[in-house]
């Protein structure tokens, strides 16, 4: 009988977590100080994060255990089932057999919670009592604020505005967790209403609602901390809990990927399932083709800048070494807003700049046909985000049923699609429009970035 | 260490439901023909159920195998786990020991799929290639759309008017799974276009939903069956797996309910949770408080009239013994839309009037309240059916903290509130509304309920 179901026994749930940093082809490039241009010291970070965070950002340790409160958290939903996707392999007649990891059966709805823990904790035990963050479709201000009201802390969310408007149940969610939610950009922060003055019709964006986070922190005189839901270091580690078990169910059942892939916007889940597997990749030379997903609306890790950057509208982050649009750069209104970002996590950046990855990039269209059939067969509605991945799922799947070839795909199931239902009306009612970035705009982003000796 | 999260290893699921008819400490009370007065004829539900079913709801056997193609797809999901909610004791500071089924992991987010998968699964093998339904919350019509999705069959929703207006998305997930929804009364069946003209401005009702949805079918001239989401034998069989995979659990961590709980509607979720322990109280006395919890504003069990009446408020199913309000009630417009139903399943009728079982009633207020208690501490938000559940648990939960019993509370979490959330907001407004059914009203229900010779 096949396994659809693949199960890790509780007691056997990961007690640490991977860092891929020391297993690099080149040197980490550190985050920059953006006046002197020279790596950020540790005290510099003091301001936004708690000192178990800024550590783990640095980190040359390839193990880093999970702290027990953590471990507790993640025990309320972890270990997350690993599925063969046997009747989509049917649907699709595909020889290619299709395996991912719901990490949708989070009560938060996605992975976001797997960090959301993790640095709710390592704030708590700093003495911090309120968290201020960004979100995009929702699904990390979601995560955060779980995590906050399970460790007893204030929460202030800056959503996006156009996910704002799109989805209030998300913002009811959040507010059901006890959390404060703002659509960003505000009037409660100077970078929010200099944004607002200057385009009044904005739809936000991530980099914007980033600002206001920080602002926010950084004027609290050290009552409040800054939560990101994606591209540090510490964030994509946090996340290694997913590869950690997928790769052991995985064994469970004698399977190994050929292929592994995940939607890309900080670049969060897609890390979070491929590093423990680019590990075996870069350590023993296993040919895995790992491949992330991004949106032709937001063409980061395809056709992006590979420079330092800000991480953030407002510049206020560290110059990031990254693949980027440009900070200032406002993605059309596409349904996956958690991948409305205009840059990338370095460590992604590395890896497709080092040829271990590699990305493409797709309409929100077929990645919404890709997702209804993934629903029709497999039941759960996918989030817009984790409809990219499903997109090119079924892309090398049916590659496959050209050639033959027997491949094993691995997908990161991110979220499920419950608070996307509006995308999924405009998809069936054929009002989802299709964008692609315009070059101009690409190559006007090069004047925004700044020249930062290479 | 404590263990949270007890999963069963998916080899080890059941693969047979449990009928209690067998158990009942009186003959079950069999459905009449509305004219005869006389039982029916399993040939008089041919019309509207294929046979497999027919066979299972008057089946006097006790075990009953769960054919293959239903385990297939109850692996997708199944076994749900079973949950020790350390964190709501510690919130509440109770000593009892708190259990829960979480059935909201299902693709369609409640316990509904365990019976939807069946049905369609009985009516494709009868060559049955149409279904059609009623909804009220929208989980059952959800539910019935992934079935027929899985078994490539066409599927029609008569969704309960309130509901399709206070939640537009519901009706977006149905559709992406194929499913054709109808606003109820709708101008489709005759028995709506008379609604219609009597009431315009009606809420609609499960009783006005389902008579729709069985002339939709009874006059298809064979190509459509009717599919029912809780109140039948065959129904509540099918939700069995709940409790016989909830006892394993249970066992594998040593323990054992002092008190079951569930929220009731039709009665499908609590039976299901509670029959297979209810086994060991009728057959070994075993010593269990069973709680069913119903809306105040939809008193069944605590208020009904103990009655042969009918299904629908249309007179067309035959007539079931039962709690009643009778079969033209409707209902305030309150947000647990799977708990307004003017009946109960006449098994679970039976197990509160022999007192095996009892129930209490809540106002919808303190319902929510529990349910953002249980979001806070244990991180799902619960949907408004299971909020009264939750509410009954916490005041348990109290109760044993007042008189320092270590009571074991074991409920069903049978669905999440994804779909809910404007519920949620009308609750933090200050908006919602609490009702009490008038006496009056109850006095009234005697009138057209039909006089049968007991």
Redo the contacts between chains.
């Keep these: 009988m096949t396994?659809?179901?693949i199960?890790l026994?509780?007691s056997k749930m990961p007690d640490a977590w991977y860092n891929i940093i020391p297993d690099l082809p080149v040197p980490f490039p550190p985050p920059l100080h953006p006046a002197t241009h020279q790596p950020v010291n540790p005290s510099d970070l003091a301001v936004l994060f708690p000192p178990g965070l800024i550590e783990q950002e640095a980190s040359g340790q390839s193990v880093i255990s999970i702290p027990g409160e953590v471990m507790?958290v993640y025990?309320?939903?972890?270990p997350t089932p690993l599925?063969r996707a046997v009747?989509l392999e049917k649907a699709l007649g595909t020889p290619a057999k299709i395996y991912y990891k719901n990490e949708s059966?989070?009560?938060?709805?996605s992975h976001k919670?797997n960090t959301a823990v993790a640095q709710a904790y390592y704030n708590k035990v700093a003495g911090i009592n309120e968290l201020t963050t960004e979100t995009g479709a929702g699904q990390w201000g979601t995560a955060l604020s779980?995590a906050c009201?399970?460790f007893k802390m204030k929460c202030t969310v800056y959503m996006v505005r156009v996910s704002y408007e799109q989805k209030?149940?998300r913002r009811?969610?959040m507010?059901?967790?006890?959390a404060r939610v703002l659509s960003s950009p505000s009037k409660e922060t100077e970078f929010g209403k200099k944004i607002l003055a200057e385009q009044p019709d904005t739809t936000g964006s991530l980099g914007i609602a980033i600002s206001e986070a920080i602002e926010d922190a950084a004027k609290s005189g050290g009552a409040k901390k800054y939560s990101l839901g994606s591209v540090l270091n510490h964030v994509l580690l946090h996340q290694t809990i997913i590869g950690e078990e997928a790769k052991m169910q995985m064994e469970s059942v004698g399977a190994y990927p050929d292929v592994v892939i995940g939607c890309c916007g900080g670049g969060s889940n897609f890390a979070g399932l491929s590093f423990p597997f680019a590990k075996d990749k870069l350590r023993q030379g296993r040919k895995i083709d790992f491949i992330g997903v991004e949106p032709a609306a937001c063409p980061t890790l395809t056709r992006g800048l590979y420079a330092y950057d800000f991480g953030d509208t407002g510049m206020m982050t560290p110059l990031l070494k990254q693949y980027t649009l440009g900070h200032n750069f406002i993605p059309s209104g596409i349904h996956a807003g958690g991948l409305r970002y205009h840059g990338i996590a370095t460590l992604l950046a590395v890896l497709v700049r080092e040829k271990v990855m590699r990305a493409v990039a797709c309409l929100q269209t077929p990645c919404f046909e890709a997702a209804?059939t993934f629903?029709?067969?497999?039941?759960?509605?996918p989030a817009p985000e984790t409809a990219h991945a499903i997109r090119v799922v079924v892309d090398e799947a049916l590659k496959c049923k050209e050639t033959g070839e027997k491949k094993t795909i691995l997908f990161n199931f991110s979220g499920?699609g419950?608070?996307d239902?509006?995308a999924?009306?405009a998809y069936?009612s054929g009002k989802l429009e299709d964008y692609v970035l315009e070059q101009s705009v690409i190559d006007a982003a090069e004047e925004c970035i700044p020249k930062v000796a290479n």
């Excluded at 025990?75 to 972890?78: A, H, T």
């Excluded at 059966?105 to 709805?109: E, R, T």
């Excluded at 507010?175 to 006890?178: F, P």
């Design positions: 396994q659809y179901n199960l026994d509780p507790d025990r309320l939903y972890r599925r009747r059966v989070s009560p938060s709805g919670l779980i009201a399970f209030p149940y009811s969610v507010q059901t967790y006890g209804v629903a029709r067969a497999e039941g759960i509605v499920h419950h608070f239902m509006g999924y009306d069936f």
